[in-house]
């Protein structure tokens, strides 16, 4: 293995930092390259990032204006 | 003070859907939502002083909002569900339940992709029923990282617990919600996975329902047919 290489229990091990951004440069690069060489790895993560971006989007959404209205009112008499 | 009382204000308004957002799903009722964003708002007002810089605010005040949320369960007498486990950190090594692992048997493999046809299928009301389903200490790290993009550091700071345990945390809520979501995918039908194997009258093991059929058990219980 040459220092880019990890093989799939050490991918799949840190697949979610590795989604969430959280792994450092050369953890990284490990992933990847590995996911570049590895068909069922980039399925899972494929998998992972999709299902995380699908939660991502329940996030999104305005205020109702009952509590944008409530909030308001609170605040000017802070 | 950190900020000026018109940059609260902005800062407020500008979080104010993703609180609400965030305090429905911790609460599951509009009511008490509204009251527990407005309580959050409150009290962070009224700790101003102990905000140290600007950036700082949405970690601060999502803080401030579970730290309410947690008060007033407790104040309702409910035990938040945390304190009930023992060891509730994931052990090294401890494999999580996977969707993706699910549909990679052996006797799926004639399906040509099922784990997209699978996010393709499922719907924003079954990831919401999925999410609520959660214990609240699985819940919030869920919420803060998926949901609202929060790093692990921030959501440490904000839950006030170690990084490892929020690494640990999140490990064990993202294989509790895939189990809720494989579960509720094989109850209307969803899920690729086939029914239990059964021997019809022919002696013949039966086969899985194919899409179409599965579509339309949703369809049944969704009251469309």
Redesign the interface.
């Known amino acids: 293995m040459t220092k880019h290489e990890i093989d799939c229990e050490r991918a799949l091990s840190q697949l979610f930092e590795f989604i969430d951004r959280e792994l450092p440069d050369d953890r990284r690069a490990e992933m990847q390259h590995h996911l570049h060489t590895c068909k069922s790895c980039f399925s899972r993560f494929e998998f992972e990032r999709r299902l995380k971006e699908r939660l991502r989007g329940l996030g999104k959404g305005e205020p109702s204006s009952d509590i944008s209205d409530r909030i308001t009112k609170l605040l000017s008499r802070l | 003070m950190a900020i000026s009382?018109k940059t609260f204000?902005n800062q407020?308004?500008d979080l104010?859907?993703?609180m609400?957002?965030v305090a429905c799903r911790l609460t599951r009722n509009d009511a008490d939502?509204?009251d527990l964003?407005?309580e959050t708002?409150?009290r962070a007002?009224r700790a101003l002083d102990a905000l140290e810089h600007e950036a700082a605010f949405r970690g601060w005040i999502f803080k401030i909002l579970h730290n309410t949320f947690l008060d007033e369960c407790r104040r309702r007498g409910a035990r938040p569900q945390f304190e009930s486990l023992g060891c509730e950190e994931s052990e090294e090594g401890e494999v999580q339940f996977s969707?993706?692992e699910q549909m990679h048997q052996p006797f799926l493999l004639w399906f040509s992709n099922p784990?997209?046809e699978f996010?393709d299928k499922?719907l924003?009301e079954d990831?919401?029923r999925a999410?609520a389903t959660l214990p609240e200490h699985h819940r919030i790290v869920?919420?803060l990282?998926?949901?609202?993009?929060f790093?692990?550091s921030e959501i440490a700071t904000t839950l006030a617990v170690p990084v490892g345990t929020v690494?640990s945390r999140?490990?064990r809520a993202?294989g509790a919600l895939?189990k809720i979501l494989w579960q509720q995918a094989r109850d209307i039908g969803l899920s690729a996975a086939p029914p239990a194997r059964h021997e019809c009258e022919d002696g013949k093991a039966d086969t899985p329902r194919p899409a179409t059929a599965r579509q339309a058990a949703r369809a049944k219980k969704d009251g469309n047919l």
Do not use: K, N, P, T
């Open positions: 009382r204000e407020v308004i104010l859907g993703r609400h957002g939502a509204e964003v407005a708002v409150a007002w969707i993706f784990e997209q996010l499922i924003r990831l919401d999410l869920v919420i990282s998926d949901l609202e993009e790093s692990y690494r999140l490990a993202r895939q």
